[in-house]
């Protein structure tokens, strides 16, 4: 899952980029005010935009209004100083999906961030049930037929983007996309390694290549 923070308090950028990163395992653009922001916006698949509202060049409410006129369905949620119910309410009818007033508590933030993100890939339980499978993102761990799994963290990114569009097949360019972040190398062989480590955890049948197309997990258990 990749994500992308708009906010120019650039401390707080980085603090809420480096636990999203570390805790929930997903990877992390930073744009430090509203042009940046909605170039970026305009040019990677995210799958979250968290969107400061008091921005330098661009207002983070122009800024979504843009996204949204533009047609882009991505989960958008706004941070937003105390005080401000103006600026929430005029946010929700842009089409923010949620919001948080600073100060916030992180762990908080992480688990809207999950929730956000499970509901645009129309998977409202906590846990992400696929081809036999349970993921787990609150744990980061992955369950098969009652033994647990903890996976390195390339992986388990790569599977739950896998999960979340099971019976949907992913192309490499696309997963590529959204396992790392725009200051990342991206070795497209790299994915077949992770493909073949995963297949040898839990079963060679539960990941399809389609040649020339991508990869795809099934619905329901091989
Ligand atoms: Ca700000």
């Known amino acids: 899952m990749r994500v992308l923070i708009v906010e120019d308090e650039e401390r707080l950028a980085r603090s809420v980029a480096s636990v999203l990163r570390e805790v929930a395992s997903f990877a992390v653009d930073i744009a430090l005010d509203g042009e940046d ?12 935009i968290i969107l400061d509202l008091m921005l330098p060049k661009i207002p983070g409410l122009r800024v979504l209004s843009s996204i949204r006129s533009e047609g882009r369905g991505v989960p958008v949620l706004v941070l937003t100083a105390k005080d401000s119910t103006e600026d929430v309410v005029r946010g929700l009818d842009l089409g923010c999906d949620d919001y948080l007033t600073k100060p916030f508590e ?26 036999g499978l349970e993921v787990d993102p609150r744990r980061r761990v992955v369950r098969q037929a009652g033994k647990e799994h903890v996976l390195p963290a390339m992986e388990y990114r790569l599977l739950e983007l896998l999960a979340m569009r099971a019976g949907e097949v992913v192309s490499k360019e696309d997963i590529l996309e959204h396992l790392y972040d725009f200051d990342a190398e991206r070795f497209s062989n790299v994915i077949e390694v992770y493909i073949s480590s995963l297949r040898k955890r839990f079963g060679a049948d539960l990941i399809q290549t389609l040649r020339g197309q991508g990869y795809r997990l099934l619905e329901s258990a091989p």
């Open 37 to 48: 922001g909605l170039h970026h916006a305009r040019t990677n698949p995210y799958d979250l």
């Open 106 to 131: 992180m762990g908080e933030l992480v688990a809207r961030c999950r929730a956000l993100i499970r509901r645009s890939y129309g998977r409202p339980d906590a846990t992400v049930r696929a081809g």
